[in-house]
């Protein structure tokens, strides 16, 4: 098992910048591909982006390519999530997950066994 927490929310600005983190503890962080997913107030829960157990891949949802950027440090058992020109439409509560190498479609949450509980990020206009 691995466990995930996810750090680096809060409230900024529209224009503003946050950068949110997940720590892995548990099972070797490298076995694991890692996502970012998000879920507003009465939305459901949406893919934001992902990372290749070994970083060389990267998706994205359309909505935040050019503005968000993740990023992995197996040596710190840490994934991050680079996030710039926030928007409104970006307030959400941010989720981190990570599944098994052959376990699915990155975008798709069905495939990640592990969830962090989330941080909540606010962006106002």
């Known amino acids: 098992q691995v466990q995930l927490a996810e750090s680096g929310g809060g409230l900024v600005q529209a224009g503003d910048t946050l950068r949110l983190s997940c720590a892995a503890s548990?099972?070797?962080?490298?076995?694991?591909?890692m996502g970012w997913f998000r879920q507003a107030p009465g939305q459901e829960r949406e893919f934001v982006a992902a990372?290749?157990?070994?970083?060389?891949?990267?998706y994205y949802v359309d909505s935040v390519k050019g503005r968000f950027t993740i990023s992995r440090d197996n040596a710190k058992n840490t994934v991050y999530l680079q996030m710039n020109s926030l928007k409104p439409e970006d307030t959400a509560v941010y989720y981190c997950a990570a599944k098994e190498r052959s376990s699915g479609p990155f975008s798709t949450s069905a495939g990640y066994a592990y969830w962090g509980q989330g941080t909540q990020v606010t962006v106002s206009s």
């Open positions: 990372i290749s157990w070994s970083g060389r891949s990267t």
């Open positions: 548990g099972r070797t962080f490298s076995a694991y591909d």
